[in-house]
């Protein structure tokens, strides 16, 4: 246990341990059953001034409070063990760690031995370090989908992308949940050379990004209309309710474009954005003589683009 934690961490660094809704940091790996992928700040939350109710003087999990950007995390939950494990196992990635959850996945970290991105506590950086997992998260899909393995139904993606949170936590090996299965340590490697990561990367596919504006994307899902039209950015909201865009054929790709856009700067559940473009969007489109029934695919290829 000791060696695992000295790969993914260096002495002092902040750690958050406990249940999937721990927020404390600490200098020590404490217990539970979670622990958060990469170090945060000890002493400061630099995003206190997302809500009242935070102190910018109690340090606590956050993505804004990630102090080094050195571990990414890929967890598979949609497809049988041995089919996740086969593609961690097999993949270009020389992951650093894999760990079995205890019941239906298996998390595996790659783990830099320095920091990756830009200035820690920023904006910019978070996003960045989303691209970077973006990108790995494309290349492991491409190499399972060489390899045979095809997308779980209703998916974009065998990996769930709610991981590219430089904050998520991730499974703490060795304990014992509740149901009595232990969260095992399946393998422990090396943390590979920034050199390493850089040359890695430079072998993964280039991402899309829909981002316009300086924002920050909630990490709950917005499941309330009126917060995604607050979060959405201006620009789109406006072509979103005023279609001067529409016409009765070609519609699919800006559709597409306009959702992935959507879904990555808010994080809007899809159930909450078709029913905002059920308000606006769509009665336009129809009267531009665009067909009702090829709506819903661009918006289902928007979400798959950013892995959701």
């Not at 899909?141 to 709610?162: C, H, I, M, Q, T």
């Not at 936590?169 to 232990?182: I, S």
Request: proline share 4%; with cysteine; glycine share 6%.
């Amino acid at each position: 246990m000791r060696e695992f934690f000295k790969t993914l961490f260096k002495d002092g660094e902040g750690i958050c341990t406990g249940s999937a809704y721990a927020t404390e940091v600490t200098a020590y790996a404490g217990e539970g059953e979670f622990f958060c992928v990469n170090p945060l700040d000890l002493y400061t939350d630099h995003a206190a001034f997302m809500k009242e109710e935070y102190s910018e003087h109690v340090a606590r999990r956050a993505d804004l409070n990630v102090s080094s950007y050195r571990n990414f995390i890929f967890e598979m939950d949609s497809m049988p063990l041995e089919d996740q494990l086969n593609i961690f196992r097999n993949s270009a990635i020389p992951f650093t760690s894999i760990v079995y959850s205890g019941s239906k996945s298996y998390h595996a970290i790659l783990a830099v031995e320095d920091n990756v991105v830009g200035e820690p506590h920023r904006r910019e950086s978070v996003e960045e370090y989303k691209k970077i997992w973006r990108r790995l998260e494309a290349k492991l899909n491409l190499e399972a989908k060489k390899a045979g393995f095809v997308y779980p139904d209703g998916r974009g993606s065998f990996l769930d992308g709610s991981c590219k949170n430089p904050s998520r936590l991730t499974r703490y090996p060795e304990v014992v949940r509740d149901n009595g299965n232990n969260q095992e340590l399946v393998m422990l490697g090396e943390a590979v050379s920034v050199e390493e990561f850089l040359t890695l990367l430079s072998e993964c596919p280039t991402i899309i990004s829909f981002k316009k504006d300086d924002y920050i994307v909630p990490e709950d899902e917005v499941t309330n209309m009126q917060q995604f039209e607050d979060l959405c950015p201006r620009g789109l909201l406006r072509k979103l309710k005023i279609v001067d865009w529409g016409a009765s054929e070609g519609m699919y790709p800006v559709l597409r474009d306009y959702t992935a856009w959507a879904v990555d700067s808010t994080n809007v559940s899809k159930e909450t954005f078709v029913e905002f473009l059920e308000k606006y969007t769509f009665k336009s489109l129809i009267r531009c003589g665009y067909p009702s029934h090829k709506l819903m695919a661009g918006v289902d290829a928007g979400f798959k683009l950013v892995g959701r």
